[in-house]
């Protein structure tokens, strides 16, 4: 039960990721692999600041601001130097790379000693229920200290999910969907969709470095390798996403990726119980989205198939 | 109004794809004015217009809107003044989005977007009585997505669009060609009504020389990126598709002779 309690919570960090690749790929139809840099970047960046002693929610701040400059660069790389997507996010991933190198000074930085945000939500978990507290939920004991952080990262999750829809509702947000939707079109009505797509890659990196800066701290380290494959794991949690909820409205996808993103974290957290190798676990996820992507597009050619059987019979 | 001054574009210079798409165009359209473009293909009429939008910066010339030096203004800064209607009739909409965020969309054209709710309650019913009288039954689903919607229906709301906040030009690309006939004449049919109620000043580029006859104030006929004719005033009523037909017939006879002969040939006996 605590392990089911540890991924639901993972995958509500992770949430935020999804997120961020919700907004690059769904909304601007923009591969962007910076991500796999600015995961750590939020990382990095936030555990350095924890350890110099700085707030750590002002840490995780800075840590999304972080992201956003990492995701600005790409944008800027992309529309004014009109270097492809793909392109220019493995531009700025690999850059990033030697700069989290930089800003950790070496490749892991430990935070189990350190004040982080969750150290805040265990102490007031004491102090509230007792130290080392015991709650029984549908007969399995769990300590009350985790349903505390799962609760913290809930509400956090929602807090942030909210600003987004509305964001996303307001009239700058409504023109971002467009520029992703028909560039031709809005540019007719008068938006730069260079600024459009700057502003939302760089959103989307901030959301996912946030991402990073949270993980880092509720597991008590930050990795330089900690961002591979985090594209993959976010446009994984998405499609579960949408494949679960099936309106395409804002609020619904946004909703989708949360759940998503909890429901694909809780499949591998059963997964490696049930004996996989944790080193198959990245070409199964890369299986799994290449085929959730294809799926759609085999299940409309063996309708049309049958269909064309049904008229010749 | 609109003063296009000797523009020339070149697409794909030095090298064997250059195209002179735009070889000194000059034009100037008053106030109100609803011009008639017309032209055999690759004559550069659509590139002409393309030109004034802003889609590309022109080699040369410059274009002028009501006084205003436009030459190097980018595609989204000229669109403040100029409403577009595209000929893909998917071009004008975002299929994903719903019609009334559409709308929503277009009566922001050129304004500053802030965080302000970008579908206010209050302009719904305005939206219904807007699209009403396309009488296409639109206002019972402004919540659909336009990806929903038929060819016809998204270029009646794309014409919507374009000039919901009346702009100082209207652009119209061959904006029925890619429609059935009967979807065709409805939408010219809601053009003609549009211009009419504001008096816009309007450049349509067409393929269908009956529309350039029965439409507007004012025909130009291009050819090779230049202009080849011009009617205005009693010429153009009196012009008829026929006439347009000689036209085009005496410039394909010219181009099958060489360019300098043509020349020679027009200095002796025209």
């Known amino acids: 039960m605590s392990l089911l309690i540890g991924s639901i919570t993972i995958g509500l960090i992770l949430a935020l990721l999804a997120l961020g690749i919700f907004i690059s790929f769904r909304i601007f139809d923009f591969p962007d692999i910076t991500v796999e840099g600015s995961f750590t970047f939020g990382a990095s960046a936030g555990a350095a600041l924890i350890v110099a002693g700085v707030n750590p929610l002002v840490a995780s701040l800075v840590s999304f601001l972080a992201g956003m400059a990492a995701g600005a660069i790409t944008g800027v790389i992309h529309t004014r130097f009109r270097i492809n997507p793909l392109l220019a996010g493995i531009l700025v991933m690999t850059a990033l790379y030697s700069i989290n190198l930089h800003v950790m000074g070496k490749s892991n930085i430990p935070l189990l000693s350190e004040t982080t945000v969750f150290t805040w939500i265990e102490n007031l978990s004491n102090r509230v229920s007792g130290i080392d507290a015991r709650t029984i939920i549908i007969g399995w004991e769990v300590a009350t200290r985790d349903l505390w952080l799962l609760m913290f990262c809930f509400l956090a999750i929602l807090m942030f999910c909210c600003i987004l829809w509305w964001f996303f509702k307001t009239n700058i947000g409504t023109a971002m969907r ?35 800066a949270m993980l880092a701290q509720y597991q008590g380290f930050a990795d330089v390798q900690m961002g591979i494959g985090m594209m993959v794991w976010g446009l994984a949690s998405v499609i579960i996403g949408e494949s679960i909820i099936n309106d395409r409205s804002v609020g619904m996808v946004i909703a989708g990726a949360v759940i998503g993103s909890v429901l694909f974290r809780l499949l591998v957290a059963i997964a490696l119980r049930w004996g996989l190798n944790p080193n198959d676990l990245k070409i199964i996820t890369a299986v799994f989205v290449f085929i959730a992507l294809i799926l759609p597009g085999l299940l409309k050619y063996r309708k049309r198939l049958t269909l064309k059987r049904g008229a010749h019979a | 109004m609109l003063k296009i001054n000797n523009i020339t574009k070149t697409f794909n210079p030095g090298t064997v ?21 017309l032209g055999t293909n690759g004559s550069g009429k659509s590139t002409a217009l393309n030109a004034v939008a802003g889609a590309f910066i022109v080699d040369e010339g410059t274009i002028k ?11 989204h800064k000229r669109a403040k003044y100029i409403g577009r209607v595209f000929q893909n009739p998917f071009s004008g909409t975002a299929p994903n989005m719903s019609i009334q965020e559409n709308l929503a969309l277009a009566m922001k ?30 206002e019972e689903r402004l919540e659909s997505p336009m990806g929903k919607l038929s060819g016809g229906q998204r270029q009646a709301l794309t014409l919507l669009m374009s000039t919901i906040l009346k702009p100082k030009l209207l652009l119209l690309d061959e904006h029925t060609a890619a429609l059935d006939p009967k979807t065709a004449s409805k939408v010219i049919d809601l ?7 504001d008096r816009l000043t309007t450049l349509m580029v067409t393929h269908s020389m009956q529309q350039a006859v029965n439409l507007g104030d004012r025909i130009i006929m291009m050819h090779l990126g230049k202009i080849a004719y011009d009617f205005r005033g009693e010429d153009k009523k009196r012009l008829k598709v026929k006439d347009l037909l000689t036209l085009f017939d005496e410039l394909r006879r010219k181009d099958n002779i060489d360019p300098s002969v043509a020349a020679l040939l027009e200095e002796y006996y025209i």
């Open chain 1, 178 to 212: 467009a520029t992703g939707d028909n560039d031709q079109m809005i540019r007719a009505l008068g938006v730069n969709t260079k600024w459009m797509i700057i502003a939302g890659i760089a959103l989307s990196n901030g959301f996912v470095a946030l991402s990073g």
């Open chain 2, 17 to 37: 794809n250059e195209v002179r798409a735009l070889q000194g165009v000059s034009v100037e359209i008053e106030e109100g004015g609803f011009v008639c473009v």
């Open chain 2, 191 to 197: 053009t003609q009504q549009v211009i009419a109620k």
């Open chain 2, 109 to 138: 054209r050129g304004k500053t977007r802030g965080i302000g709710w970008g579908l206010p309650k209050s302009l719904v019913g305005d939206f219904k009585r807007l699209v009403k009288p396309l009488n296409m039954g639109l």
């Open chain 2, 65 to 75: 809107l009501d006084g205003v030096d436009i030459t190097r203004w980018s595609e």
